[in-house]
Protein backbone atom coordinates (compact mmCIF):
# COMPACT_ATOMS: atom_id res chain seq x y z
CA UNK A 1 0.00 0.00 0.00
CA UNK A 2 0.92 3.65 -0.95
CA UNK A 3 1.57 5.37 2.55
CA UNK A 4 1.74 8.42 0.88
CA UNK A 5 -1.95 8.55 0.52
CA UNK A 6 -3.43 5.00 1.91
CA UNK A 7 -4.84 4.50 -1.68
CA UNK A 8 -3.64 0.61 -2.04
CA UNK A 9 -1.67 1.19 -4.68
CA UNK A 10 1.86 0.01 -5.23
CA UNK A 11 4.41 1.63 -3.51
CA UNK A 12 5.91 4.97 -4.87
CA UNK A 13 7.23 6.70 -2.52
CA UNK A 14 9.75 7.10 -0.02
CA UNK A 15 8.15 8.37 3.10
CA UNK A 16 9.72 10.77 5.48
CA UNK A 17 8.63 11.11 9.29
CA UNK A 18 8.82 14.23 10.94
CA UNK A 19 11.14 13.12 13.79
CA UNK A 20 13.58 11.54 11.54
CA UNK A 21 13.75 14.60 8.85
CA UNK A 22 12.71 14.75 5.00
CA UNK A 23 13.43 12.11 2.65
CA UNK A 24 12.83 12.92 -1.54
CA UNK A 25 9.62 11.77 -2.70
CA UNK A 26 8.62 10.05 -5.92
CA UNK A 27 4.94 9.43 -6.52
CA UNK A 28 4.49 7.68 -9.81
CA UNK A 29 1.38 6.12 -9.24
CA UNK A 30 -2.22 7.50 -10.18
CA UNK A 31 -4.85 9.04 -8.32
CA UNK A 32 -8.42 8.82 -8.84
CA UNK A 33 -9.53 10.15 -5.44
CA UNK A 34 -10.67 13.95 -5.11
CA UNK A 35 -8.15 16.57 -5.69
CA UNK A 36 -9.06 20.28 -5.52
CA UNK A 37 -7.58 22.03 -7.79
CA UNK A 38 -6.64 25.74 -8.30
CA UNK A 39 -8.57 27.37 -11.33
CA UNK A 40 -5.55 27.68 -13.62
CA UNK A 41 -4.22 24.24 -12.52
CA UNK A 42 -5.21 22.78 -16.17
CA UNK A 43 -3.69 19.12 -16.08
CA UNK A 44 -5.52 15.83 -16.93
CA UNK A 45 -6.85 12.99 -14.45
CA UNK A 46 -5.40 10.84 -13.95
CA UNK A 47 -2.03 12.72 -13.35
CA UNK A 48 1.59 11.37 -12.91
CA UNK A 49 3.83 13.27 -10.82
CA UNK A 50 7.30 12.91 -11.59
CA UNK A 51 8.84 16.04 -9.72
CA UNK A 52 11.09 15.33 -6.53
CA UNK A 53 9.27 16.33 -3.41
CA UNK A 54 9.69 16.07 0.29
CA UNK A 55 6.90 14.60 1.94
CA UNK A 56 6.67 15.11 5.37
CA UNK A 57 3.77 12.93 7.34
CA UNK A 58 1.94 15.43 10.29
CA UNK A 59 -1.19 13.76 11.22
CA UNK A 60 -1.89 16.61 12.74
CA UNK A 61 -5.66 17.78 13.62
CA UNK A 62 -6.61 20.48 11.90
CA UNK A 63 -7.80 22.98 14.32
CA UNK A 64 -5.44 22.30 16.95
CA UNK A 65 -4.51 25.50 17.51
CA UNK A 66 -8.14 26.41 18.46
CA UNK A 67 -8.17 23.57 20.48
CA UNK A 68 -4.81 24.53 22.27
CA UNK A 69 -6.40 27.63 23.08
CA UNK A 70 -9.59 26.38 24.15
CA UNK A 71 -7.88 24.42 26.85
CA UNK A 72 -5.69 27.10 27.92
CA UNK A 73 -9.26 29.08 28.23
CA UNK A 74 -10.91 26.04 30.55
CA UNK A 75 -7.99 25.31 32.55
CA UNK A 76 -8.11 29.99 33.31
CA UNK A 77 -11.84 29.03 33.93
CA UNK A 78 -11.41 26.18 36.13
CA UNK A 79 -8.57 27.76 38.40
CA UNK A 80 -10.98 30.29 38.70
CA UNK A 81 -14.35 27.66 39.30
CA UNK A 82 -15.90 29.79 36.47
CA UNK A 83 -19.07 28.32 35.39
CA UNK A 84 -18.95 28.56 31.38
CA UNK A 85 -21.67 28.06 28.69
CA UNK A 86 -21.68 28.47 25.13
CA UNK A 87 -25.06 29.54 23.98
CA UNK A 88 -25.51 28.93 20.53
CA UNK A 89 -28.52 29.15 18.62
CA UNK A 90 -29.93 30.60 15.55
CA UNK A 91 -30.05 34.59 14.65
CA UNK A 92 -33.65 35.35 16.27
CA UNK A 93 -33.57 32.53 18.84
CA UNK A 94 -34.36 34.59 21.67
CA UNK A 95 -30.12 34.32 23.42
CA UNK A 96 -30.37 37.62 24.45
CA UNK A 97 -33.63 38.49 25.80
CA UNK A 98 -33.11 34.77 27.71
CA UNK A 99 -29.81 36.52 29.34
CA UNK A 100 -31.57 39.62 29.95
CA UNK A 101 -34.27 38.15 31.74
CA UNK A 102 -31.45 35.49 33.45
CA UNK A 103 -29.43 38.56 34.70
CA UNK A 104 -32.28 40.15 36.41
CA UNK A 105 -33.35 37.33 38.23
CA UNK A 106 -30.51 36.01 39.06
CA UNK A 107 -29.25 39.65 40.46
CA UNK A 108 -27.41 39.10 43.63
CA UNK A 109 -27.05 35.55 43.65
CA UNK A 110 -23.27 34.92 41.93
CA UNK A 111 -22.04 37.58 39.88
CA UNK A 112 -23.20 36.86 35.82
CA UNK A 113 -20.35 37.94 33.07
CA UNK A 114 -21.42 37.94 29.16
CA UNK A 115 -18.87 38.02 26.52
CA UNK A 116 -21.63 38.60 23.17
CA UNK A 117 -20.80 37.37 19.73
CA UNK A 118 -21.81 39.25 16.47
CA UNK A 119 -20.31 40.22 13.29
CA UNK A 120 -21.21 44.05 13.66
CA UNK A 121 -22.78 46.55 16.31
CA UNK A 122 -22.44 46.74 19.70
CA UNK A 123 -26.23 46.28 20.14
CA UNK A 124 -26.36 43.07 22.04
CA UNK A 125 -23.69 44.18 24.52
CA UNK A 126 -25.75 47.41 25.28
CA UNK A 127 -28.63 45.43 26.20
CA UNK A 128 -26.30 43.12 28.68
CA UNK A 129 -25.09 46.42 29.46
CA UNK A 130 -28.38 48.07 30.22
CA UNK A 131 -29.27 44.99 32.80
CA UNK A 132 -25.97 45.40 34.67
CA UNK A 133 -23.61 42.58 33.74
CA UNK A 134 -20.52 43.24 32.55
CA UNK A 135 -19.75 42.19 29.17
CA UNK A 136 -17.27 42.04 26.26
CA UNK A 137 -18.60 42.46 22.67
CA UNK A 138 -16.55 40.44 19.57
CA UNK A 139 -17.63 41.59 16.55
CA UNK A 140 -16.41 38.72 14.21
CA UNK A 141 -17.13 40.79 11.30
CA UNK A 142 -17.13 38.25 8.52
CA UNK A 143 -16.71 35.53 10.55
CA UNK A 144 -19.60 32.87 11.11
CA UNK A 145 -18.39 32.04 15.00
CA UNK A 146 -16.37 32.81 17.77
CA UNK A 147 -13.02 30.85 18.45
CA UNK A 148 -10.90 30.58 21.52
CA UNK A 149 -8.65 32.97 20.87
CA UNK A 150 -11.57 35.50 20.60
CA UNK A 151 -12.65 34.63 24.03
CA UNK A 152 -9.17 34.72 25.06
CA UNK A 153 -9.28 38.16 24.13
CA UNK A 154 -12.58 38.72 25.78
CA UNK A 155 -11.28 37.39 28.70
CA UNK A 156 -7.94 39.80 29.06
CA UNK A 157 -10.83 42.89 29.30
CA UNK A 158 -13.54 41.03 30.85
CA UNK A 159 -11.93 39.17 33.80
CA UNK A 160 -14.48 37.43 35.55
CA UNK A 161 -14.68 36.94 39.47
CA UNK A 162 -13.46 33.47 40.88
CA UNK A 163 -17.20 32.04 41.12
CA UNK A 164 -18.76 34.27 37.95
CA UNK A 165 -21.03 32.24 35.75
CA UNK A 166 -19.85 33.43 32.40
CA UNK A 167 -22.29 33.11 29.37
CA UNK A 168 -20.74 33.44 25.71
CA UNK A 169 -22.99 34.10 23.35
CA UNK A 170 -22.37 32.72 20.22
CA UNK A 171 -22.69 34.42 16.78
CA UNK A 172 -26.29 33.39 15.63
CA UNK A 173 -26.01 30.46 13.37
CA UNK A 174 -27.32 26.88 13.42
CA UNK A 175 -23.87 25.36 11.32
CA UNK A 176 -20.61 27.03 12.33
CA UNK A 177 -20.63 27.39 16.04
CA UNK A 178 -20.71 23.65 16.53
CA UNK A 179 -17.23 22.72 15.44
CA UNK A 180 -15.24 25.21 17.57
CA UNK A 181 -14.33 24.77 21.27
CA UNK A 182 -14.16 27.81 22.90
CA UNK A 183 -13.16 26.07 26.59
CA UNK A 184 -16.37 26.27 27.81
CA UNK A 185 -17.48 23.49 30.29
CA UNK A 186 -21.40 23.45 28.94
CA UNK A 187 -22.90 24.33 25.51
CA UNK A 188 -26.37 24.90 25.86
CA UNK A 189 -28.47 25.23 22.37
CA UNK A 190 -31.99 27.12 21.94
CA UNK A 191 -34.39 26.63 19.42
CA UNK A 192 -37.47 28.62 19.21
CA UNK A 193 -40.82 27.54 18.24
CA UNK A 194 -41.03 29.70 15.67
CA UNK A 195 -38.14 27.91 13.89
CA UNK A 196 -39.96 25.22 12.81
CA UNK A 197 -39.92 21.18 14.89
CA UNK A 198 -37.37 20.03 12.18
CA UNK A 199 -34.05 21.73 12.82
CA UNK A 200 -32.56 19.20 14.78
CA UNK A 201 -33.23 16.84 12.17
CA UNK A 202 -31.71 19.50 9.24
CA UNK A 203 -29.15 20.90 11.38
CA UNK A 204 -27.76 18.10 14.02
CA UNK A 205 -24.25 18.73 14.40
CA UNK A 206 -25.27 21.66 16.82
CA UNK A 207 -27.47 19.18 18.91
CA UNK A 208 -25.29 16.80 19.04
CA UNK A 209 -22.66 18.84 20.44
CA UNK A 210 -25.33 20.12 23.04
CA UNK A 211 -25.76 19.49 26.66
CA UNK A 212 -28.91 21.31 27.29
CA UNK A 213 -31.23 22.83 24.75
CA UNK A 214 -34.00 25.49 25.49
CA UNK A 215 -37.39 25.08 23.56
CA UNK A 216 -38.02 29.01 23.40
CA UNK A 217 -40.86 31.25 23.14
CA UNK A 218 -43.75 28.00 24.50
CA UNK A 219 -46.01 31.06 24.61
CA UNK A 220 -46.27 31.18 20.88
CA UNK A 221 -47.11 27.55 20.72
CA UNK A 222 -50.79 27.95 20.04
CA UNK A 223 -50.35 30.32 17.47
CA UNK A 224 -47.47 28.17 15.50
CA UNK A 225 -47.22 24.34 13.83
CA UNK A 226 -44.64 23.44 16.03
CA UNK A 227 -44.51 20.12 17.39
CA UNK A 228 -42.94 19.77 20.47
CA UNK A 229 -42.57 16.17 20.97
CA UNK A 230 -41.40 15.84 17.87
CA UNK A 231 -38.95 18.31 18.42
CA UNK A 232 -37.68 16.51 21.14
CA UNK A 233 -37.30 13.31 19.51
CA UNK A 234 -35.35 14.64 17.12
CA UNK A 235 -33.14 16.16 19.25
CA UNK A 236 -32.60 13.03 21.27
CA UNK A 237 -31.77 11.44 18.35
CA UNK A 238 -28.93 13.65 17.32
CA UNK A 239 -28.08 13.77 21.36
CA UNK A 240 -29.54 10.85 23.51
CA UNK A 241 -28.33 12.29 26.45
CA UNK A 242 -29.48 16.00 26.44
CA UNK A 243 -31.26 17.63 29.10
CA UNK A 244 -34.38 19.17 27.40
CA UNK A 245 -36.35 22.34 29.08
CA UNK A 246 -39.41 24.59 27.74
CA UNK A 247 -38.87 27.94 28.60
CA UNK A 248 -40.47 31.53 27.61
CA UNK A 249 -37.58 34.11 27.71
CA UNK A 250 -40.44 36.80 27.51
CA UNK A 251 -42.99 34.94 30.13
CA UNK A 252 -40.71 33.18 32.27
CA UNK A 253 -42.45 30.31 32.26
CA UNK A 254 -39.83 27.05 32.83
CA UNK A 255 -37.17 29.10 33.50
CA UNK A 256 -37.14 28.05 36.90
CA UNK A 257 -35.83 24.97 35.88
CA UNK A 258 -32.77 26.92 33.40
CA UNK A 259 -32.10 28.29 36.86
CA UNK A 260 -31.87 25.06 38.79
CA UNK A 261 -29.48 23.50 35.82
CA UNK A 262 -27.17 26.35 36.17
CA UNK A 263 -26.95 25.89 39.60
CA UNK A 264 -26.71 22.25 39.91
CA UNK A 265 -23.58 22.84 36.86
CA UNK A 266 -21.81 26.24 39.00
CA UNK A 267 -22.07 23.63 42.03
CA UNK A 268 -20.57 20.60 39.56
CA UNK A 269 -17.69 23.40 39.21
CA UNK A 270 -17.02 23.99 42.94
CA UNK A 271 -17.16 20.20 43.42
CA UNK A 272 -14.39 19.45 40.64
CA UNK A 273 -11.96 22.27 41.73
CA UNK A 274 -11.81 20.59 45.49
CA UNK A 275 -11.39 16.56 44.08
CA UNK B 1 -18.30 29.53 6.20
CA UNK B 2 -16.89 28.19 8.63
CA UNK B 3 -14.63 26.11 5.91
CA UNK B 4 -12.70 29.75 5.68
CA UNK B 5 -10.99 29.34 9.21
CA UNK B 6 -10.53 25.54 8.56
CA UNK B 7 -8.81 26.47 5.88
CA UNK B 8 -7.19 29.31 7.35
CA UNK B 9 -5.75 26.83 9.94
CA UNK B 10 -4.54 24.44 6.88
CA UNK B 11 -2.59 27.36 5.25
CA UNK B 12 -0.98 28.57 8.84
CA UNK B 13 -0.19 24.88 9.58
CA UNK B 14 1.70 24.49 5.82
CA UNK B 15 3.65 27.60 6.36
CA UNK B 16 4.74 26.64 9.82
CA UNK B 17 6.33 23.24 8.70
CA UNK B 18 7.04 24.25 5.27
CA UNK B 19 9.86 26.80 6.61
CA UNK B 20 10.15 29.11 3.43
CA UNK B 21 9.79 26.29 1.11
CA UNK B 22 6.81 26.17 -1.72
CA UNK B 23 4.22 23.46 -0.45
CA UNK B 24 2.99 21.62 -4.03
CA UNK B 25 0.70 19.30 -1.76
CA UNK B 26 -1.82 19.56 0.92
CA UNK B 27 -3.09 16.32 2.16
CA UNK B 28 -6.23 15.78 4.33
CA UNK B 29 -8.91 13.86 5.77
CA UNK B 30 -12.51 15.65 6.41
CA UNK B 31 -15.19 13.36 8.57
CA UNK B 32 -18.31 13.00 6.65
CA UNK B 33 -19.33 13.81 10.27
CA UNK B 34 -17.35 16.67 10.67
CA UNK B 35 -19.76 19.30 9.14
CA UNK B 36 -16.72 20.83 6.75
CA UNK B 37 -18.00 20.60 3.18
CA UNK B 38 -15.18 19.14 1.08
CA UNK B 39 -16.32 21.65 -1.86
CA UNK B 40 -16.71 24.94 0.56
CA UNK B 41 -13.53 24.15 1.71
CA UNK B 42 -11.69 23.77 -1.52
CA UNK B 43 -12.98 26.83 -2.60
CA UNK B 44 -11.93 28.83 0.55
CA UNK B 45 -8.40 27.22 0.81
CA UNK B 46 -7.56 28.77 -2.98
CA UNK B 47 -8.70 31.74 -1.37
CA UNK B 48 -6.45 31.93 1.61
CA UNK B 49 -3.62 30.01 0.34
CA UNK B 50 -3.52 32.91 -2.57
CA UNK B 51 -0.99 35.33 -0.72
CA UNK B 52 1.31 32.01 0.93
CA UNK B 53 3.52 29.57 0.46
CA UNK B 54 0.98 27.13 -0.07
CA UNK B 55 -0.24 29.56 -3.28
CA UNK B 56 -1.00 27.29 -5.86
CA UNK B 57 -0.73 24.29 -3.57
CA UNK B 58 -3.05 21.48 -4.44
CA UNK B 59 -5.49 19.98 -1.93
CA UNK B 60 -6.03 16.27 -1.65
CA UNK B 61 -9.05 15.65 0.22
CA UNK B 62 -9.98 12.20 1.81
CA UNK B 63 -13.46 12.14 3.47
CA UNK B 64 -13.80 9.54 5.91
CA UNK B 65 -16.56 8.19 8.16
CA UNK B 66 -16.50 9.94 11.75
CA UNK B 67 -15.40 14.03 12.45
CA UNK B 68 -11.91 13.40 11.86
CA UNK B 69 -10.60 16.75 10.75
CA UNK B 70 -6.78 16.22 9.74
CA UNK B 71 -3.56 16.91 7.84
CA UNK B 72 -1.48 14.17 7.01
CA UNK B 73 0.83 15.07 4.91
CA UNK B 74 2.71 18.04 3.31
CA UNK B 75 4.27 17.85 0.12
CA UNK B 76 7.64 20.49 -0.18
CA UNK B 77 9.48 21.93 -2.92
CA UNK B 78 12.87 20.59 -2.46
CA UNK B 79 15.80 22.61 -2.24
CA UNK B 80 18.32 22.80 -5.24
Keep these: MCTHCGCGMPEGATIADLQSGAVAHEHLHEHDHKHHHPPDHDHAHPHVHTHSATVVELNARILEKNERLAARNRGWFEGREILAVNLMSAPGAGKTTLLERTIADLAGKFPLSVIEGDQASLRDGERIRACGAPVVQVNTGTGCHLDAEMIGRGLDRLKPPVGALLVIENVGNLVCPALFDLGERRRVAILSVTEGDDKPMKYPHMFRAADLLLVNKIDLLPHVDFDVARAEAAAREAAPHITILRVSAKTGEGLAGWYDWLAHERGAVHTAVLS | ?80
Aim: charged share 20%; proline share 2%.
Design chain 2, 1 to 80: MHELAVAQSIVEKAEEVAAGRTVLRITIEIGMESCVSPEALAFCFELVAEQSAAAGAMLDIFEMPGQALNVKSLELEEAA
